[in-house]
């Protein structure tokens, strides 16, 4: 069975991507599969949203792509009195450093595919939180990826950002002539609120005309995941240190969730 590789990205900032990460790792894991999620953002999230204590230097993503590292990856076990089989290798501030010499480095653009491949992970998953806006980190996680999923919040700039990161990973990848090139296995909308704009641009306004993200996407042959609702308890559960599925199980939220684990499950078989 292949591993997976797959970087959450957006073209935006607060969009859902590092929620999508911890969610999606529970559920891959609640079908049995293990997951390794990558920090790969200065902002740390990912170690709140696990409920993990800030890591030192030496034990981040950062420590993982220097030229000593010799494949023991610094990963922490997460949720582990709950569910069994998710590991967290944390980002944070130390990966600052890390985007400087991803620029210096010649094989910058290559260097956590490298790692992947120099020292491979047992994981069956691995899932890179990529930051907000694309940089150096985001070619480094391209190019060591099978697949990206997009989230997105359903408001007109965002959809224009998306835009804008889809052009950019054709670009980069054919740039970097990735073999094979890391398909766009989907994109998550999030966040949406019952609002005239997100029902316009969900392809949910009913008006004559306005063409919705749907339409768009299927003309580009993207699939989209059914929409992920704003909704407390999400926030809350991050901010808890858990994934939704732990935090409140019967959150319709989770479906869609468990649907997305799904459907990378299916690109292994
Ligand atoms: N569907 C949702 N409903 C309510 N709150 C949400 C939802 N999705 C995410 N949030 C909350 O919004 C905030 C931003 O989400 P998150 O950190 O996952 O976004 P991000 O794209 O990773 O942001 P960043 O670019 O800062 O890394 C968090 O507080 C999170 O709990
Ligand atoms: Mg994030």
Redesign the pocket.
């Known amino acids: 069975m292949p591993q997976q590789v797959i970087s959450i990205m957006?073209n935006?900032?607060?969009?859902?991507?590092?929620?999508?990460t911890v969610n999606l790792a529970y559920q891959l894991a609640k079908k049995g599969k293990s997951v390794a999620m990558f920090g790969c953002?200065p902002?740390g999230?990912l170690t709140l949203?696990c409920g993990l204590d800030d890591p030192p230097p030496e034990k981040t993503l950062d420590y993982v792509l220097r030229s000593e590292f010799k494949g023991d990856y610094p990963l922490k076990p997460v949720w582990r009195e709950h569910i069994k089989g998710v590991d967290a290798c944390l980002g944070g501030l130390p990966l600052t450093n890390t985007t400087q010499r991803l620029v210096l480095d010649k094989r910058g653009a290559y260097l956590l595919a490298d790692v992947l491949e120099d020292h491979p992970l047992p994981h069956d998953v691995v899932l890179i939180?990529c930051?907000?806006t694309i940089e150096q980190l985001h070619i480094a996680a391209l190019s060591a990826s099978t697949g990206v999923l997009i989230?997105l919040k359903p408001e007109d700039k965002d959809l224009d950002a998306m835009a804008k990161l889809l052009e950019w990973i054709s670009t980069t990848r054919s740039e970097l002539r990735l073999k094979p090139a890391p398909e766009v296995i989907g994109i998550v909308p999030?966040?949406a609120k019952n609002r005239a704009m997100h029902r316009d641009n969900l392809g949910l306004s009913g008006i004559e005309g306005v063409i919705g993200l749907p339409e768009i996407m299927k003309q580009m042959e993207i699939p989209m995941f059914p929409t992920?609702?704003?909704?407390?308890y999400?926030?809350n559960?991050?901010?808890a240190g858990l994934p939704l599925g732990l935090y409140r199980a019967s959150d319709p939220?989770n479906q869609v969730y468990a649907k997305i684990a799904a459907a990378i499950i299916k690109e292994m078989t």
């Open positions: 957006a935006s900032g607060g969009v859902g991507k590092t929620t999508l953002d902002n999230s949203f939180d930051p907000g989230t999030n966040g992920i609702k704003d909704g407390a999400i926030a559960a991050a901010a939220s």
